[in-house]
């Protein structure tokens, strides 16, 4: 299970007058983990389809837009790009 303990320094960077209780940040990590889960399905999913013994970043793209509505996949595939371009470069 996925654990995203960057919750806080995520929201004190944008707005660091406002906090975050643990009750939310229990409901922001369930969420999290089930969009992982889906996204993960999905993408192992379409794998096995297309007979591929391995995901690549065009099955995770293809969840996203399958998962995730309109433009919050949009921009879900805008910042993924993003931000493996620059995990990459580095």
Do not use: W
């Amino acid at each position: 299970m996925y654990r995203f303990d960057n919750i806080h320094q995520h929201l004190k960077q944008v707005h660091p007058d406002i906090g975050v209780s643990s009750k939310a940040m229990g409901i922001m990590n369930s969420f999290i983990n089930d969009i992982f889960e889906k996204l993960a399905h999905e993408a192992s999913r379409l794998a096995r389809y297309n007979k591929k013994p391995t995901i690549t970043s065009r099955e995770i793209q293809t969840a996203v837009r399958l998962v995730l509505p309109g433009e919050l996949a949009k921009h879900a595939v805008s910042e993924g790009t993003k931000a493996v371009t620059k995990f990459t470069s580095s």
